[in-house]
């Protein structure tokens, strides 16, 4: 992969990888590891894969069931690309962000990300009783604003969509047994691409531990697509989405909407039949999630 990239790209990417951090030490292979010079003491690890920078740090936090829809409501609050994931043999939990390499935005895209490093550090170390497991995470709940740039950028490239009365653009992608709509709009962190997937008026005892460490767990193998819940006065929705650089370009868009019918295949009907307590329950002794007693 590094033949394919331009050597103003490479430059780029090491250079904010070095300004973001300490004890940095990189090589010719497209390897980087170092620790973020911010908060707290992250040791981070940089690669390149195909036509993407995966970042990957553990995560300050033992393994705790309990905490995972907490995980999971904190995940879209977190800037650029940055999220929570489950990771298997045994569970841990770790940080992640895919982001896909172009000479355009590649800069803004990796220093986003590690602040959303950052900022899932100090909430796993201090644990704000403002985002508690009834929170609404600010990102997920904003309501889709006007969009220009995202509709003129579906129109050139000749994806079809229909413009929304708030002047979102929304996409419908085909997945197993129909299909699933998303939404391109704006919140508070810029361009965002969102799926929801499911909703529901109540949760179950083990439907609440399940439907999030599936899609956490869904977040450490796919590639870009982030999920995120909202839940509220007893309502839960959960999908998955992407925030998009500042000023998308139709390589980073396509990517965004193959991510997310990729997750949107990967899960929509399991979540379905995770609201049913005794499929959860199964869920999480399959998986060795410590079921509930």
């Not at 033992?62 to 929570?84: I, M, R, S």
Request: net charge negative; hydrophobic share 50%; glycine share 6%.
């Amino acid at each position: 992969m590094i033949q394919l990239l331009t050597s103003q790209c490479y430059r780029a990417i090491e250079e904010v990888l070095r300004q973001s951090s300490r004890d940095f030490a990189g090589s010719s292979d497209g390897r980087w590891q170092f620790v973020l010079a911010e908060g707290a003491p992250l040791p981070v690890t940089a690669s390149m894969d195909a036509a993407f920078l995966l970042l990957d740090a553990p995560a300050p936090a033992g393994f705790d069931l309990e905490q995972v829809p907490q995980w999971l409501l904190w995940n879209a609050t977190l800037p650029g690309a940055a999220k929570f994931a489950l990771v298997p043999n045994p569970w841990q939990l770790r940080l992640r962000a895919e982001l896909p390499v172009d000479d355009a935005c590649i800069s803004e895209r990796i220093a986003a990300a590690l602040q959303g490093f950052s900022a899932a550090a100090f909430l796993l170390q201090h644990k704000p009783v403002a985002l508690g497991a009834s929170a609404v995470s600010p990102a997920a709940a904003s309501v889709p604003a006007s969009a220009p740039e995202l509709r003129a950028l579906l129109r050139e490239n000749g994806w079809p969509f229909q413009e929304r009365p708030d002047g979102a653009a929304s996409v419908d992608l085909a997945l197993r047994g129909g299909s699933c709509r998303v939404v391109l709009g704006m919140n508070s962190a810029g361009p965002r691409a969102a799926m929801e997937l499911l909703r529901a008026d109540s949760l179950t005892p083990a439907s609440r531990l399940a439907l999030p460490a599936l899609l956490l767990s869904a977040s450490g193998s796919l590639r870009m697509s982030r999920p995120f819940a909202i839940g509220a006065d007893g309502h839960f929705a959960c999908g998955f989405e992407v925030q998009l650089a500042s000023v998308p370009t139709a390589v980073e868009l396509e990517f965004a909407l193959e991510a997310l019918a990729v997750a949107g295949w990967a899960c929509k009907d399991e979540l379905q039949s995770l609201l049913d307590n005794s499929v959860a329950g199964t869920f999480l002794a399959v998986r060795n999630l410590n079921p509930l007693p």
